[in-house]
């Protein structure tokens, strides 16, 4: 069926010609994959996609007469709507529309959101987001973010104070309150926008605007605020005027028009004005706009939620966490919301049919007592400390991962604690940026200690060329996640060392076993001879609990220490499971230099004993 897609066109989308919304490039689009568990509709016609944006669109879901608007294309729809479109109903949000970026999002929106919440990108020549070209710094990527600029000039032109969202944005709570104090005048600062810092220097106690607001903080166009003012329309002018200069992406131009000489060394730009105590910086190439800063207290990052936990040293109101640093992939954007409990997965993700786990004890080593007070200087004795701890604890979870894989269960990986953060460029006191709040340990992002983008795929072992074992993980706070079902979680036994086996010429089954009720439904517990290798392990659990939807290892390195039941096996499982291993980063130049030490260091999960 093809669509007669110019019925539904917003007037400047007919103006603008075919680019977007022809039916060839509809058919095309409608046949590419989209990863999401929210599909396009069956027989879906234009009369069942988006709305055109009109100012009525707008006002019957402004609140204050403030709209919160969020973006997105083919690519972001599959990774985050669902994820967003949970966070901001649960926070408690209403007042927020989303822009459509292409047909298949303007038709799928729809199936999960009131379409006349949804509007179509107002833009011409929007490209769709499907390949492999488009990701962070691609000339596709760089085009969409200044998209989403003109969109919001667009609306900002209706007459409303925007709120703007990017899609991988979780929201905590209502930011509307937060907001108001800046509307209940007309004067300074006039635009409120979250930084790439990774601390804050306001006090305890003040969670008001960003202390440290300057010219020499970088911005980042996650998350930002205009209300209504006289130059407003002009600042969005001067912000788009640097895309036709060619200088990178939104966030680029944005830091050019506010920062100016402090950011850029383009000898036309001025420097900004800068009141401190006010917390405000004039915008450099249009001072009639007060622009000021978001701090991570209330508007979080991936690093100052999962490593600072910079708001709950502040015991703030965190209003939102824009997930980026996180990592280079987006599968390690992803880990970490799942971390948080903040992505949205499909309903068999928690708790399939054939959902089997296998979960264990770890033994995570603690910060010594100086630990956190040690000094730059002391730098690489924190470096050292890290590594072995992460190497440790990795070297515990490789024989869980040895047994799911031979239980042919998915892997709740046990959650590790980290003591050095990890960074493209050198950290400082293991901080990156020299920042203050981290207290060590965290828990380890997933990005720390394993390659994202492989792992999230499953851990695939060819053992032969007929038998391939994939291992699929869950994140270390799976169980606790309330969409879990309650018969998966209750159905667990947890196996611990109980007869030590001084002689293998007998089998494990030859054991009695016998099953006891933990206390506050733990689910049950038995005693198991040790050491096992995985066949004796398959044996042992084909007869006594192979019905349990959880296996819990109470001690998986003493248990299953014998490994592999045979050598080709363990080689080629110890040569595979190196590579979803990765890297530490990174060391200061001039410590590599004096000591003769790498940037880096890999990591090792295989015991040495091996």
């Given at each position: 069926c093809i669509m007669n897609l110019p019925s539904m066109m917003p007037d400047r989308l007919k103006e603008a010609g075919p680019d977007m919304w022809s039916t060839k490039g509809l058919v095309f689009l409608l046949v590419t994959s989209i990863h999401t568990w929210g599909s396009i509709p069956t027989h879906a016609q234009p009369k069942d996609a988006c709305s055109t944006l009109t100012r009525e669109l707008v006002q019957a879901h402004a609140k204050d007469n403030v709209i919160m608007f969020m973006v997105l294309d083919q690519k972001l729809l599959g990774m985050y709507a669902n994820s967003w479109l949970e966070s901001v109903r649960a926070a408690g949000i209403s007042n927020y529309i989303i822009g459509a970026m292409d047909p298949p999002t303007s038709l799928t929106l729809p199936t999960m959101m009131p379409k006349t919440q949804c509007f179509n990108a107002p833009v011409a020549g929007v490209p769709t987001a499907s390949g492999t070209g488009y990701r962070w710094g691609s000339e596709q990527f760089?085009?969409?973010?200044?998209?989403?600029?003109?969109?919001?000039?667009?609306?900002?032109?209706?007459?409303?104070?925007?709120?703007?969202?990017?899609?991988?944005?979780?929201?905590?709570?209502?930011?509307?309150?937060?907001?108001?104090?800046?509307?209940?005048?007309d004067g300074a600062p006039h635009a409120l926008f979250t930084t790439d810092s990774l601390d804050t220097h306001n006090n305890f106690g003040d969670d008001g605007l960003e202390k440290g607001t300057s010219p020499f903080f970088n911005i980042n166009t996650g998350i930002y605020f205009v209300k209504q003012h006289a130059g407003g329309q002009e600042f969005f002018q001067k912000w788009l005027s640097f895309d036709r200069r060619g200088v990178g992406h939104d966030q680029d131009g944005l830091n050019n028009v506010v920062r100016g000489k402090a950011r850029s060394s383009d000898p036309n730009l001025p420097m900004p004005q800068w009141q401190s105590a006010e917390r405000i910086v004039w915008a450099a190439v249009h001072n009639?706009?007060?622009?000021?800063?978001?701090?991570?207290?209330?508007?979080?990052?991936?690093?100052t939620y999962h490593v600072g936990r910079v708001h709950k040293l502040y015991n703030s109101t965190l209003l939102?966490?824009?997930?980026?640093?996180?990592?280079?992939?987006?599968?390690?954007?992803?880990?970490?919301?799942?971390?948080?409990?903040?992505?949205?997965?499909?309903?068999?993700?928690?708790?399939?049919?054939?959902?089997?786990?296998?979960?264990?004890?770890?033994?995570?080593?603690?910060?010594?007592?100086?630990?956190?007070?040690?000094?730059?200087?002391?730098?690489?004795?924190?470096?050292?400390?890290?590594?072995?701890?992460?190497?440790?604890?990795?070297?515990?979870?490789?024989?869980?991962?040895?047994?799911?894989?031979?239980?042919?269960?998915?892997?709740?990986?046990?959650?590790?604690?980290?003591?050095?953060a990890k960074n493209w460029y050198m950290t400082q006191a293991c901080r990156i940026n020299g920042e203050k709040h981290t207290q060590f340990p965290y828990m380890c992002l997933l990005s720390d200690l394993m390659r994202a983008k492989l792992l999230l795929q499953g851990i695939q072992i060819p053992f032969t060329t007929y038998e391939t074992r994939v291992v699929h993980v869950r994140e270390w706070p799976f169980l606790s996640h309330?969409?879990?079902?309650?018969?998966?979680?209750?159905?667990?036994?947890?196996?611990?060392?109980?007869?030590?086996?001084?002689?293998?010429?007998?089998?494990?089954?030859?054991?009695?076993?016998?099953?006891?009720?933990?206390?506050?439904?733990?689910?049950?517990?038995?005693?198991?001879?040790?050491?096992?290798?995985?066949?004796?392990?398959?044996?042992l659990v084909a007869r006594h609990f192979g019905s349990f939807r959880i296996i819990h290892?109470?001690?998986?390195?003493?248990?299953?220490?014998?490994?592999?039941?045979?050598?080709?096996?363990q080689r080629t499982f110890d040569t595979h499971i190196q590579r979803y291993v990765t890297h530490w980063c990174c060391r200061d130049p001039k410590v590599m230099e004096a000591l003769q030490l790498p940037r880096q260091e890999e990591l090792q999960i295989v015991p040495k004993k091996w």
């Open positions: 760089v085009q969409t973010t200044w998209k989403k600029v003109r969109i919001a000039q667009k609306l900002y032109a209706l007459g409303f104070h925007i709120l703007f969202s990017d899609a991988d944005v979780s929201w905590m709570h209502d930011p509307l309150p937060y907001l108001k104090q800046h509307l209940a005048h009639s706009t007060a622009v000021s800063y978001l701090p991570v207290h209330v508007m979080a990052n991936s690093y939102a966490v824009h997930w980026v640093w996180s990592g280079k992939t987006p599968e390690s954007k992803v880990a970490n919301m799942r971390d948080a409990m903040r992505y949205s997965d499909p309903p068999l993700y928690y708790g399939g049919s054939n959902l089997t786990l296998l979960t264990m004890d770890i033994d995570r080593p603690n910060s010594p007592p100086d630990f956190n007070q040690r000094k730059i200087d002391e730098t690489e004795s924190m470096v050292r400390f890290h590594l072995n701890a992460a190497n440790y604890q990795l070297q515990q979870a490789y024989y869980g991962m040895v047994a799911a894989a031979a239980l042919r269960r998915s892997f709740v990986l046990p959650g590790y604690h980290c003591f050095c309330p969409k879990v079902p309650d018969h998966i979680k209750n159905s667990r036994v947890v196996l611990a060392p109980g007869k030590y086996r001084d002689s293998f010429a007998s089998s494990v089954t030859s054991f009695e076993v016998h099953l006891s009720e933990l206390p506050a439904g733990q689910g049950m517990h038995a005693a198991v001879p040790w050491p096992m290798n995985t066949r004796e392990l398959e044996e290892l109470a001690n998986a390195t003493q248990l299953l220490s014998n490994g592999w039941a045979t050598a080709d096996w």
